[in-house]
């Protein structure tokens, strides 16, 4: 019980906190809750689809199916978190106005909202997968009863959506007026963190095999086994000894999700 | 000026003739480790057998992991930069190196109480 309790609370986490953040930074936004939320059943649906046939996709490209898979995921979220960065700009102003006066929405076009969803859909559907696969595995062979396990699977779901809940308020909160700009600054980490793992999948599948030496290693300062450590690599992707590949790939894109919106019309 | 219709099959065998190619350089490209020396790890109740792998630096390595169990496990390492599902009864082939001399921790994150281990290089 208290095993399934960890590990679906270390998964969701990932999934809540991240969209915790994106709840605040489109805060004011009219409709998006239905964009976010559709994200999250397709992501769901799309998880359990997946892990049904898991065997299968997981044996294509020569065994590194699973790399490829996650690669082009995290990229697609990577991309979408960059447009959304993009077209949200020109609604600066409105939606620092409308923290004054909660009452008014902010009507944005379909189209961009369902960016939204494919971020979300992208987060889900990845960390869904491995809770799906888990959790399968443990309810097929495990000893204990099924009451047990649904209270610790619930217990752990729980309490990660209570803090990605706390996360969206308390970026609200402590933002101030200031909310747009913070937000989009931790989008683009978040974005930047993504892509430096696909630069890993990539890698790891072979298509990349340069630039994989260690540049620095900073266990001594933050380990990345250690609670603050995972935070930030959940935030911002913090790792202990980055590679080049790593680096660049973070650079760019963490440039890219801060230039880019300057270039779109207000 | 109008396309006309051997112009448009041009435009479609050139955009096939491409997209072949670039999987072809895509298999290519997975086919780089081709001569690396592969060491064995089973999953047995949990645990990585070996849990200690000597390998040398500087050389291509592959790690071929065996799922004994009729459990999912995730093999994953912060130092090595992989995480990959093994599936139960099923076996992963993990890619690695050239790798500098030191000791690299990974784990089973489905199971990390008993699903520990390292790879030791020099």
Redesign the interface.
């Known amino acids: 019980m208290f095993k399934l309790f960890v590990i679906i609370f270390r998964e969701i986490l990932e999934i809540s906190a991240l969209l915790g953040i994106i709840t605040a930074a489109t805060e004011g936004i009219a409709g998006r809750a239905k964009y976010i939320w559709s994200g999250v059943i397709i992501g769901a649906k799309g998880a359990i689809a997946v892990a049904l046939i898991s065997r299968y996709i997981f044996g294509l490209y020569g065994g590194y199916g699973q790399e490829i898979m996650n690669a082009a995921v995290l990229l697609i979220a990577v991309s979408m978190i960059i447009w959304t960065l993009m077209w949200m700009r020109p609604y600066t102003q409105k939606l620092t106005a409308r923290i004054k006066d909660c009452t008014r929405q902010v009507k944005v076009k379909a189209l961009p909202l369902t960016s939204l969803t494919i971020i979300t859909a992208s987060l889900v559907f990845r960390e869904g997968l491995e809770v799906a696969l888990f959790s399968y595995g443990i309810a097929t062979t495990t000893t204990e009863s099924l009451s047990r396990l649904l209270i610790g699977a619930l217990g752990g779901f729980s309490l990660a959506s209570v803090i990605g809940f706390l996360i969206y308020k308390g970026a609200i909160k402590l933002s101030g007026r200031h909310l747009f700009q913070v937000t989009s600054i931790m989008l683009a980490l978040v974005a930047a963190g993504m892509a430096a793992e696909a630069a890993n999948f990539l890698a790891a599948s072979g298509l990349i095999s340069s630039y994989q030496q260690p540049l620095w290693d900073s266990s001594w300062l933050i380990s990345q086994n250690s609670a603050i450590g995972e935070i930030l690599h959940v935030l911002m992707g913090y790792v202990e000894s980055p590679n080049a590949l790593e680096l660049f790939f973070y650079v760019t894109t963490l440039a890219l999700a801060i230039i880019l919106p300057r270039f779109v019309k207000c | 000026m109008p396309i006309s219709k051997n112009s448009v099959k041009n435009l479609d065998i050139m955009l096939l003739h491409r997209i072949l190619s670039l999987i072809c350089i895509?298999?290519a490209?997975?086919?780089?480790?081709a001569g690396a020396k592969r060491y064995i790890i089973e999953i047995k109740d949990h645990k990585f057998i070996p849990h200690i792998v000597t390998v040398p630096a500087g050389e291509l390595i592959e790690l071929e992991i065996k799922n004994m169990d009729?459990?999912?496990e995730?093999f994953e390492s912060?130092?090595l930069?992989?995480?990959?599902?093994v599936?139960?009864r099923?076996s992963?082939?993990?890619?690695l190196g050239?790798l500098?001399p030191g000791v690299y921790d990974f784990f089973g994150?489905?199971?990390m109480?008993t699903a520990q281990g390292q790879l030791i290089v020099r």
Request: include cysteine; proline fraction near 6%.
């Open positions: 895509l298999c490209a997975l086919y780089v480790h009729s459990t999912v995730e912060h130092t930069k992989r995480e990959k599902i599936p139960s099923g992963i082939i993990v890619k050239p500098k994150e489905f199971h109480e």
